[in-house]
Nanobody
Framework: QVQLVESGGGLVQAGGSLRLSCVAS????????MGWYRQAPGKQRELVAG??????TNYADSVKGRFTISRDNVNTASLQMNSLKPEDTAVYSC????????????WGQGTQVTVSS
């Protein structure tokens, strides 16, 4: 079992930046990939960014060039979000995957990010 805890959300004006952090505990050596999802009110959850154990990254088109995911060590991941837009407002959740590629099976509770115009 892996538990994921996010931090770093908050309220920011459009154009501003936030950095989200995720710490995993439990069976951390089973983690292969980590990622960040977001869900806005009335919308489906979407994968924002993911990073494999080999360091390969993937981003949603809507955040390319603005967000950067990093894997600091085996049990931590961060999401640097720059040039934030009101449409980035959502609950952001950290995710962990245990196999090949960017397939996730565990999620944290999430942290709220609100971008004001």
């Amino acid at each position: 079992q892996v538990q994921l805890v996010e931090s770093g959300g908050g309220l920011v004006q459009a154009g501003g930046s936030l950095r989200l952090s995720c710490v995993a505990s439990g069976n951390i050596f089973s983690i292969k990939a980590m990622g960040w999802y977001r869900q806005a009110p009335g919308k489906q959850r979407e994968l924002v960014a993911g990073i494999t154990s080999g360091g390969s990254t993937n981003y949603a088109d809507s955040v390319k060039g603005r967000f950067t995911i990093s894997r600091d060590n085996v049990n931590t991941a961060s999401l640097q979000m720059n040039s934030l837009k009101p449409e980035d407002t959502a609950v952001y959740s950290c995710a962990a995957g245990y196999g090949l590629g960017l397939h996730f099976a565990s999620w944290g509770q999430g942290t709220q990010v609100t971008v004001s115009s």
